[in-house]
Protein backbone atom coordinates (compact mmCIF):
# COMPACT_ATOMS: atom_id res chain seq x y z
CA UNK A 1 0.00 0.00 0.00
CA UNK A 2 1.61 3.42 -0.89
CA UNK A 3 1.94 6.29 1.68
CA UNK A 4 -0.95 8.08 0.07
CA UNK A 5 -3.47 5.36 0.37
CA UNK A 6 -2.90 4.58 4.02
CA UNK A 7 -3.03 8.60 4.68
CA UNK A 8 -5.89 9.34 7.46
CA UNK A 9 -6.53 13.15 7.82
CA UNK A 10 -5.49 15.96 10.07
CA UNK A 11 -7.51 16.93 12.80
CA UNK A 12 -9.69 19.93 12.44
CA UNK A 13 -7.97 22.07 14.66
CA UNK A 14 -4.90 21.59 12.39
CA UNK A 15 -6.46 21.96 9.03
CA UNK A 16 -8.46 25.17 10.06
CA UNK A 17 -5.42 27.36 10.37
CA UNK A 18 -4.46 26.41 6.95
CA UNK A 19 -8.01 26.72 5.22
CA UNK A 20 -7.93 30.33 4.22
CA UNK A 21 -4.97 29.74 1.93
CA UNK A 22 -6.86 27.79 -0.78
CA UNK A 23 -9.94 28.05 -2.79
CA UNK A 24 -13.02 25.97 -1.56
CA UNK A 25 -12.77 23.18 -4.01
CA UNK A 26 -8.93 22.33 -2.43
CA UNK A 27 -10.23 21.82 1.40
CA UNK A 28 -11.49 18.62 1.44
CA UNK A 29 -8.42 17.42 0.15
CA UNK A 30 -6.30 19.50 2.85
CA UNK A 31 -6.38 17.04 5.82
CA UNK A 32 -4.75 14.30 3.86
CA UNK A 33 -2.53 16.93 2.07
CA UNK A 34 -1.31 18.10 5.92
CA UNK A 35 -1.27 14.57 7.12
CA UNK A 36 1.02 13.77 4.03
CA UNK A 37 3.28 16.89 4.91
CA UNK A 38 4.07 15.48 8.54
CA UNK A 39 5.46 12.37 7.33
CA UNK A 40 8.20 14.64 6.01
CA UNK A 41 8.99 12.61 2.91
CA UNK A 42 7.57 11.02 -0.18
CA UNK A 43 8.92 8.71 -2.96
CA UNK A 44 7.47 8.69 -6.08
CA UNK A 45 8.09 8.20 -9.90
CA UNK A 46 8.97 11.36 -12.09
CA UNK A 47 7.10 10.85 -15.12
CA UNK A 48 8.97 11.50 -18.52
CA UNK A 49 7.83 12.29 -21.83
CA UNK A 50 8.93 9.80 -24.39
CA UNK A 51 11.02 8.01 -21.70
CA UNK A 52 11.49 5.70 -18.81
CA UNK A 53 10.04 6.94 -15.63
CA UNK A 54 12.54 8.08 -12.45
CA UNK A 55 12.20 7.41 -9.32
CA UNK A 56 12.69 10.28 -6.44
CA UNK A 57 12.94 10.20 -3.10
CA UNK A 58 11.42 13.83 -1.53
CA UNK A 59 12.35 14.80 2.05
CA UNK A 60 11.40 18.46 3.88
CA UNK A 61 11.43 19.94 7.07
CA UNK A 62 8.38 19.96 9.08
CA UNK A 63 6.77 22.98 10.73
CA UNK A 64 3.35 23.98 12.08
CA UNK A 65 2.43 27.38 10.21
CA UNK A 66 1.49 27.80 7.09
CA UNK A 67 3.51 30.95 6.61
CA UNK A 68 6.88 29.30 8.16
CA UNK A 69 9.31 28.64 5.04
CA UNK A 70 10.17 24.63 4.52
CA UNK A 71 13.01 23.31 2.55
CA UNK A 72 12.35 20.53 0.38
CA UNK A 73 15.00 18.36 -0.96
CA UNK A 74 14.40 15.92 -3.86
CA UNK A 75 16.99 13.08 -5.08
CA UNK A 76 16.52 11.19 -8.63
CA UNK A 77 17.15 7.80 -8.62
CA UNK A 78 19.06 7.49 -5.80
CA UNK A 79 22.23 9.01 -7.33
CA UNK A 80 23.30 12.72 -5.08
CA UNK A 81 24.40 14.47 -8.09
CA UNK A 82 20.59 14.21 -9.36
CA UNK A 83 19.66 16.25 -5.79
CA UNK A 84 17.84 19.17 -5.92
CA UNK A 85 16.43 21.89 -3.55
CA UNK A 86 14.24 24.78 -2.56
CA UNK A 87 12.49 26.66 0.03
CA UNK A 88 9.21 28.20 0.39
CA UNK A 89 6.16 28.72 2.85
CA UNK A 90 4.50 25.87 4.25
CA UNK A 91 1.22 26.29 2.99
CA UNK A 92 2.88 26.57 -0.78
CA UNK A 93 4.42 23.09 -0.19
CA UNK A 94 1.44 21.91 0.98
CA UNK A 95 -0.87 23.33 -2.11
CA UNK A 96 1.50 21.24 -4.42
CA UNK A 97 0.96 18.49 -2.04
CA UNK A 98 -3.20 18.39 -2.54
CA UNK A 99 -1.79 18.09 -5.94
CA UNK A 100 0.20 14.95 -5.82
CA UNK A 101 -3.13 13.22 -4.06
CA UNK A 102 -5.25 14.19 -6.61
CA UNK A 103 -2.90 12.97 -9.03
CA UNK A 104 -2.82 9.71 -7.30
CA UNK A 105 -6.33 9.38 -7.17
CA UNK A 106 -6.90 9.43 -10.65
CA UNK A 107 -2.93 8.33 -11.85
CA UNK A 108 -2.50 5.38 -9.34
CA UNK A 109 1.53 7.42 -9.40
CA UNK A 110 3.00 9.29 -6.77
CA UNK A 111 3.98 12.51 -8.58
CA UNK A 112 4.63 16.31 -8.21
CA UNK A 113 2.76 18.70 -9.99
CA UNK A 114 4.56 20.43 -13.15
CA UNK A 115 4.59 23.46 -11.31
CA UNK A 116 6.89 22.11 -8.63
CA UNK A 117 9.04 21.07 -10.61
CA UNK A 118 9.42 24.49 -12.26
CA UNK A 119 9.98 26.04 -8.46
CA UNK A 120 12.66 23.17 -7.90
CA UNK A 121 14.57 23.33 -10.89
CA UNK A 122 14.48 27.67 -10.82
CA UNK A 123 12.33 27.60 -14.20
CA UNK A 124 9.50 29.87 -13.12
Known amino acids: MSTIESLKPAGRADV ?19 SLYRKGSLEGTRKIQGGEPIPFAASWYVSKLPSELTRCR ?20 IDYLIGVIIDFKSTHLTDFPREFYKKLLRFD
Open 74 to 93: LQFDGQAELSYETTLSNSEF
Open 16 to 34: VIYMPYYAKNKHNWLPYAI
